[in-house]
């Protein structure tokens, strides 16, 4: 693996090394790298291009890598992975795509996510994004998550992207059934002229499940962001959406809400706030000696990074 590989697996996985877990890398439309254990089987697809990632019942404290690395140009991947996670299981599952172009030529990667999450099981995902290199070439990341959750499970997904993402679409689907419930934290930061679009769509269909979607982003220069949310609550139900962006430059954010309240006990909510950074703020941290530039940046990293 070459300097450029390394700087990417620790950007979007955090690992300096190939983990001793369950681990799979593509590299540029490739499997480069998979291990499987007693735990956690992954094995490759026999119809299209992709794995399927079996965690077994019971599974305790485990967790599996399948970051992806991109390094040329020209190239569109498509990737299908499919997890399905054994009832009363607890797995950490971190993912994620960087690209690195160094040419004139669009690289992009496309995901296709579906989970399968057994009763009682719970989930933490993890996915960051990041694009990076000195070529013109455009970086594109399309993530489709799609989330089916049995009884009383539970998963948190968090999404990152801070860094060099020409353009996005991302698209999240779920179905929630009794007592299931799903925490989204996303994060964006879009600069130069990138565009970012993000699209939830949640069905509440079970007695007491519920959905948290939180979402930060950070608009500058003459980038734009759109934001929409669907929620549709179809039986004794929570939803909550926020959506919180600060906006710099000539920048624009659309936020998008849609909430469906189908049965009279589903409880749905939806927040947005969209604006500039505060002038009292600012001035606070610049009478500690930061300059303006110095005191925006601050506020930012703590906005998206906490």
Not at 129 to 137: F, I, P, Q, T
């Amino acid at each position: 693996m070459d300097k450029i590989e390394q700087r990417l697996l620790e950007k979007i996985a955090d690992l300096h090394k190939i983990p001793s877990g369950a681990f799979n890398l593509r590299k540029n439309g490739q499997t480069d790298t998979r291990t499987s254990t007693k735990d956690i089987e992954i094995s490759p697809k026999t119809d299209k291009s992709g794995i399927d990632i079996f965690v077994k019942p019971n599974v305790k404290n485990k967790s599996v890598h399948i970051p992806v690395i991109i390094t040329v140009g020209g190239l569109t991947d498509l990737v299908y992975n499919d997890f399905y996670i054994g009832e009363n299981a607890d797995v950490l599952i971190v993912a994620g795509c960087g690209i690195h172009n160094k040419t004139c030529n669009k690289s992009e990667h496309n995901g296709i996510h579906t989970f399968h999450i057994g009763k009682n099981a719970r989930v933490k995902y993890v996915e960051k994004h990041v694009g990076e290199g000195e070529g013109s070439g455009e970086r594109v990341l399309n993530p489709v998550t799609k989330i089916f959750m049995r009884k009383n499970s539970f998963m948190e997904m968090e999404t990152l992207q801070l860094e060099g993402v020409s353009s996005t679409i991302r698209k999240t689907e779920a179905k929630l059934y009794q007592n299931a419930s799903l925490h989204i934290q996303e994060n964006i930061l879009t600069t130069d002229s990138q565009t970012a679009k993000t699209l939830f769509k949640v069905e509440l269909l079970g007695d007491s499940s519920s959905v948290e979607v939180v979402s930060h982003s950070v608009a500058r220069d003459s980038s734009y962001q759109e934001f929409k949310s669907d929620l549709i609550g179809k039986n004794h139900c929570f939803g909550h959406v926020e959506c919180d962006g600060i906006l710099l430059d000539n920048a624009r954010i659309v936020s998008v809400p849609k909430i469906d309240a189908i049965d009279s006990n589903a409880s749905l909510i939806h927040e947005a706030a969209i604006g500039k950074i505060a002038g009292d703020e600012l001035n606070k941290l610049m009478t500690l000696g930061l300059t303006q530039t110095e005191a925006e940046n601050t506020i930012i990293q703590g906005f998206l990074l906490g």
